[in-house]
């Protein structure tokens, strides 16, 4: 979970470090006080874009930089340790940067990273709930998406998605038989190009030892030369002997150890460099030069370099479109009994597909029943008591996702109909059907930071403080984060801030500080009844007291 927030001069944010707790906390403050600033800050962390006129206005550069806290069992320790990320004191430092020349910097614990890591790390730990995420729910397409987040089964997932590729390509070839058009002059053109590859007889590896070998051949001459010039001067300057006459003329001298020492250092030099002017001598006379073997790699290297310019340019690529020619002449050759072969292996993929897909949907259908039970308690506690909440399936031919179209259906209202929630369900009726559904949801999630933004927006009173506590009720298991001009949402929050915006000579400014019970109290009555008089205060302390009994 988040534990420390710094930002420094973004857009209206000056200078701004908040030590964030967890439970549930509440940001409150007049409209274009800058409440959102903050959620947006937590969005850069999570890998949005950040960009060069998000930078306060006389700075250079906008900083915002987030400390995160995990246990280590968590998923995001598990994708670290896979890239080679050593995480102390499961504790992620998430660093973002942008300067007014237009460079960016992303930073994990001081080491740089892709932005698209950072969004694979971080949408493990946090989850941003706006308005837009609450009119995403319209486009019936989320829903699949919705469920299947709800199964905790990604291995089946991928078997779906897998197989449906798989099916997709044996249908591709399938067609291209069945399309293909060709004549005699296309069947002598294949054959002419997969007989040049076969004849070319290539090994992986083979041009870079080739090359080697060309290198060490051609490089003969200079090696050559340079092992004479050493002989000569070894012998016949006589170089070797010289080290055997010092060490016997210096055994003359008796009755000195260190000369004697000496002596035998020069001895044993001596025979060193004899063995060694050997093996020199041994190597020079075993050199050859060929140059008819120099001619044929040369010839070889060249083949090899015009059959690769000419089918792919590496041996990959030249093998898979040997691969290719050969299934086409095969195709034009054989080619009812090719659309019989690919007939069957189309089927199978395809029976393949369908036999997941169905073990895909039973999964779904019954976590569905499950989903539609707790979802449907959710919506109670927020207040729509009559409504019913149902998840459609329609069968469909299939695609990536399985053979299901996956709708969520609802009635708001007593003896209305089931409908999808674009036809039947208001702009706050929406808000908390998304709520309800993310409290369920976030039981059996991985993420630990949870921030709602304003999605209280168009209700009030009993509603709101519903609300309130639902997310309330979310902060028991992960931490919450709420931009809201609710007092209710406010009063169910365990801590709350006050964002305010200041107008300097030059500057506006925007301030966060956290408030203590009573300034907390004063703020809670001015955001229910715009008063701070006895009863309005005394209204404001009932209403906390009420939302965090």
């Known amino acids: 979970m988040l534990k420390e927030l710094y930002v420094k001069d973004f857009i209206l944010i000056d200078e701004v470090r908040i030590n964030v707790n967890d439970d549930m906390s509440a940001f409150t403050g007049e409209t274009g006080a800058g409440k959102s600033l903050l959620m947006d800050a937590i969005g850069i962390l999570k890998g949005e874009r950040f960009f060069v006129d998000m930078i306060r206005q006389g700075c250079k550069k ?9 246990s280590h069992t968590h998923p995001v320790i598990q994708l670290l340790h896979d890239h080679g990320y050593d995480v102390q004191d499961e504790m992620l430092i998430i660093t973002r940067e942008v ?58 997932l991928i078997d779906v998605k897998t197989s449906y590729k798989a099916y997709q390509e044996q249908k591709k070839e399938l067609d291209q038989i069945l399309h293909q058009d060709y004549t005699e002059d296309d069947l002598e053109f294949f054959t002419y190009q997969l007989n040049e590859i076969d004849h070319a007889c290539l090994k992986e590896d083979e041009l870079d030892e080739l090359q080697q070998q060309l290198k060490q051949l051609q490089s ?44 035998d250092q020069f001895m044993d030099l001596y025979y060193a460099s004899h063995d060694a002017f050997d093996q020199l001598k041994d190597y020079a ?22 059959i690769y310019r000419k089918y792919g340019g590496t041996y990959q690529n030249v093998m898979e479109k040997r691969d290719t020619l050969e299934r086409q002449i095969d195709s034009i050759l054989y080619r009812q009994d090719a659309i019989k072969k690919h007939e069957v292996l189309c089927k199978q993929a395809y029976e393949t597909f369908t036999q997941v897909s169905l073990k895909l949907r039973k999964k779904r259908k019954s976590f569905a029943k499950k989903l539609e039970q707790e979802v449907s308690m959710q919506l109670k506690d927020l207040e729509l008591n009559n409504a ?13 996702q399985g053979m299901d179209k996956i709708q969520f259906l609802v009635s708001m209202n007593k003896g209305e109909t089931l409908k999808n929630l674009s036809a039947t369900a208001s702009g706050g009726e929406l808000s908390r059907f998304m709520l309800g559904l993310k409290c369920v949801m976030q039981q059996y999630q991985s993420i630990e930071t949870v921030i709602f933004d304003e999605i209280d927006t168009g209700v009030s009173g009993k509603v709101a403080f519903a609300i309130g506590k639902k997310m309330q009720e ?18 169910c929050a365990k801590h709350q801030y006050l964002v305010e915006k200041q107008q ?17 109290i004063e703020l809670l009555a001015q955001l229910s009844s715009n ?9 404001a302390k009932e209403l906390l007291y009420e939302a965090n009994k």
């Open 504 to 520: 300097g000579k030059k500057y506006t400014t925007t301030s966060i500080q956290k408030l203590d019970e009573s300034k907390r």
């Open 99 to 156: 300067h007014q020349e237009g460079k960016s910097y992303t930073r994990l614990n001081q080491r740089m990273i892709s932005v698209s890591f950072l969004k694979e790390l971080m949408n493990l730990l946090v989850d941003i709930h706006s308005q837009h995420d609450t009119h995403q729910l319209l486009n019936s397409q989320s829903h699949s998406a919705i469920l299947d987040s709800f199964l905790h089964d990604t291995s089946l």
């Open 531 to 539: 008063s701070t008089s006895v009863s309005a205060l005394q209204a």
């Open 474 to 491: 979310i902060a028991k298991y992960c931490q919450v984060f709420c931009v809201t001009h609710s007092a209710a949402v406010a009063a």
């Open 285 to 306: 006379s075993s050199l050859s030069y060929d140059e008819d073997q120099i001619q044929q790699l040369q010839d070889r290297i060249q083949l090899i370099q015009r």
């Open 388 to 400: 019913k909440f149902k998840v459609n399936f329609e069968e469909i031919d299939g695609n990536a």
């Open 220 to 263: 003969y001459e200079k090696t050559y030369n340079s092992l004479q010039k050493a002989l000569y001067l070894l012998q016949d300057q006589q170089g070797i002997s010289t080290l055997y006459e010092a060490s016997k003329q210096l055994q003359h001298i008796q009755y000195d150890e260190t000369i004697q020492k000496i002596s």
């Open 62 to 70: 906008a900083f915002i930089e987030g400390v995160f806290t995990c």
